[in-house]
């Protein structure tokens, strides 16, 4: 599954579950964010994220060709402004420092809590707003 608005989003989403990639998608919009672009599959991202202005990435931890820490590790070294938060089903303090390590911005655990990912998501796009 690949979905990218029309209009420019600053939110990808990457999960191989794409049930809960669109419910990921309709938390945010009906919170008032703007749309995100979703992609199931993890080799999509690199080409994705330099073809697309994003500014935040919501990306599983565990999935098949390429892991979240992979992609993770290839985005900060190519874009290491771009900010990325961990959802991962592993409440695991390990997984969450070493994704804090590679650089992403916070850890979220599955099953997410709509509140805490709508902050999530609030605060990193006011944070690229103020740096802008």
């Keep these: 599954m690949k979905s990218i608005p029309q209009n420019d989003t600053p939110v990808l989403i990457v999960d191989d579950d794409e ?3 669109l419910s990921i998608k309709a938390t945010l919009v009906s919170s008032g964010l703007p749309e995100p672009a979703l992609v199931s599959d993890s080799r999509y991202v ?3 994220v330099r073809t ?5 990435i919501l990306l599983d931890l565990m999935m098949p060709h390429l892991s979240g820490m992979e992609v993770l590790k290839k985005v ?3 874009f290491p402004q ?3 938060v961990i959802v991962s089903a592993m409440d695991d303090v390990e997984s ?3 994704s804090m390590t590679l650089g992403a911005s916070d850890y979220l655990v599955k099953p997410l809590n709509s509140e805490k990912l709508i902050i999530v998501v609030n ?5 690229h707003n103020l740096q802008n």
């Design 123 to 127: 605060r990193t796009l006011r944070k």
């Design 46 to 48: 690199m080409d994705l």
């Design 19 to 21: 049930g809960l990639l």
């Design 96 to 98: 969450a420092v070493q």
């Design 76 to 78: 900060k070294e190519e």
């Design 52 to 56: 697309h202005n994003f500014e935040l």
């Design 82 to 84: 771009l900010d990325c």
